[in-house]
Structure formats: C-alpha cells, structure tokens
C-alpha cells in the first residue's frame, strides 16, 4: 500500500470540483461523502459538512482505498 500522509490542499478546491460518492445513497445514512479530484492527488470531505475539513491523499493511495473496498477487503 502507497504511504499515506494527509494534508491540506495547496489552494482552495473549487466547490465545481466536488462530486457526492455513489455509495453515499440519497437517504441519510451517515456516511456521506464528497470527493475532488486534484491533479495527483484527491480531497475527501464530509458531504454534510461542505465547510469542514478535508483531506488530501495521493491518488495512488486513494485508487487503492476504492480497489480495496470494491473487492470486499476493508468490509
């Protein structure tokens, strides 16, 4: 797996740039998502929360999270 290191964007994510994850669902359920994809890297934020905080990981990392979820390794 990529090594990790979260960190604030360089510059602001344009909210344009933000798109809802499609496991999120349209009803509640809590555990919702928004993702921005950066140059090399992608911003995850709570999609409840648009003006709270985000994270940034490295793209690689981030291709690795949804492989892993997708195969049913990380639940």
């Known amino acids: 797996m990529p090594d990790v290191h979260t ?3 360089a ?4 909210e344009h740039a933000w798109f809802k994850s499609s ?3 349209e009803n509640g359920g809590g555990g919702c998502v928004s993702v921005a994809p ?3 890297q992608v911003a995850v934020r709570d999609s409840k929360q648009r ?3 985000t994270f ?4 690689t990392a981030w291709t690795a999270f949804v ?3 997708q195969a049913g390794h990380l639940g």
């Open 67 to 69: 492989g892993g979820v």
């Open 38 to 40: 950066l140059t090399d």
């Open 7 to 9: 960190h604030a964007a």
């Open 56 to 59: 940034v990981v490295p793209a």
């Open 11 to 14: 510059r602001p994510v344009q």
């Open 23 to 25: 496991y999120s669902g």
């Open 51 to 53: 003006n709270g905080p």
